[in-house]
Each structure stands twice: as C-alpha cells, then as structure tokens.
Nanobody, 122 residues
Framework: EVQLVESGGGLVQAGGSLRLSCAAS????????IAWFRQAPGMEREGVSS????????YYADSVKGRFSISSDNAKNTVYLQMNNLKPEDTAVYYC???????????????WGQGTQVTVSS
C-alpha cells in the first residue's frame, strides 16, 4: 500500500523559509515521480514542483521558480520541498503525490498524502 506522509508545515512570516518533507513507503521509490501540490481556500489545487526519482528531472510552477527547491533522499525514501522567501500567497495546504507513470505538474497522480498546512503572515 502506497503511503505518503507530509510534515514540516507551519506558520512563518513573509520572507521566511520552511522545508516540507514527504516520507514515502509501500512502493519502489526509484520507480516513481513525486510531486508537491497546494490548495488555498476557495482555489483549485495547483502543482508546485515535481521530481522523477530515477533521473532527477524536476519541474517548477512559474510562481515558485527561484524560491522553492525540490530534492530527494533515496536512502530515506523522502522528498523535500525547500521553500524560501515565502509570500502570503504561498499560504495553502501542501500535498505530496506519487505516480509510477506520470511526472510533471498536472493531475495525473494516483496516490496522495493528507497534506500539511503552510501559513505565511504578512
């Protein structure tokens, strides 16, 4: 059974940083792509960043390029999202997602975590 557990969310002031973690289990980590999505109240869920574990290919939404960085620790089956220079508009619930056959920032992911709240105050 695929399990994805997010952690690292919290409250931070604008300009601050947070690092989110997505701990994965129940599948062959190297065969998958892992993505981060976010959903703010009243808004559609949007793809933030993704990484293909086997070759390290990454994608970023334009809104986070230059501020967010995705990485993986294959020994720990964990993907990180380092978020710097956070803005109030980054406030959302952040979810990680996994799929064996899909990568990128679209809605093609089959497995999802429960989410972690990120709140950026102005």
């Amino acid at each position: 059974e695929v399990q994805l557990v997010e952690s690292g969310g919290g409250l931070v002031q604008a300009g601050g940083s947070l690092r989110l973690s997505c701990a994965a289990s129940g599948f062959t980590f190297d065969d998958y792509a892992i993505a981060w999505f976010r959903q703010a109240p009243g808004m559609e869920r949007e793809g933030v960043s993704s990484i293909s574990i086997d070759d390290g290919t990454t994608y970023y939404a334009d809104s986070v390029k230059g501020r967010f960085s995705i990485s993986s620790d294959n020994a720990k089956n964990t993907v990180y999202l380092q978020m710097n220079n956070l803005k109030p508009e980054d406030t959302a619930v952040y979810y990680c997602a996994a799929d064996r056959f899909y990568s990128g920032l679209g809605p093609g992911y089959d497995d999802w975590g429960q989410g972690t709240q990120v709140t950026v105050s102005s």
